[in-house]
Nanobody
Framework: QVHVVESGGGSVQAGGSLRLSCSAS????????IAWFRQLPGNEREAVAG???????RYLHTPLQGRFTISHDNANNVYLDIKNLGPEDNGTYSC??????????????????????WGQGTQITVVP
């Protein structure tokens, strides 16, 4: 099983940028996907982006294209870079891992939020 922990949230001024990190541990020797989700106040949790750690295939929720970027390194870390933050980005951001995920099913799994291991979440607060 893959375990994930988020970091990098905090308070940021409107218009600023932030990098969230998702660190994976456990059975990372096999292919797996990492996805980011967010839950804004009063809303249901929604998909943000995902990546296949082996191969690098990516998924990005269409409305967020242009401000959100997902990437990963060789040390089992996945990053979510967010620029031009606004009040609409306030909320809790969580990452999740799904073993056995591939480029073929990354998108559907993200849309259906079919991920096995979830982090506790990290909060983003955008201040005027």
């Amino acid at each position: 099983q893959v375990h994930v922990v988020e970091s990098g949230g905090g308070s940021v001024q409107a218009g600023g940028s932030l990098r969230l990190s998702c660190s994976a541990s456990g059975d990372t020797s096999s292919a797996y996907c990492i996805a980011w989700f967010r839950q804004l106040p009063g809303n249901e949790r929604e998909a943000v982006a995902g990546i296949v750690t082996s191969g690098g295939a990516r998924y990005l929720h269409t409305p967020l294209q242009g401000r959100f970027t997902i990437s990963h390194d060789n040390a089992n870390n996945v990053y979510l870079d967010i620029k031009n933050l606004g009040p609409e980005d306030n909320g809790t951001y969580s990452c999740a891992a799904e073993p056995g995920c591939s480029a073929l099913n990354l998108g559907p799994k993200i849309v259906r939020q079919e991920f096995t291991s979830w982090g506790q979440g990290t909060q983003i607060t955008v201040v005027p």
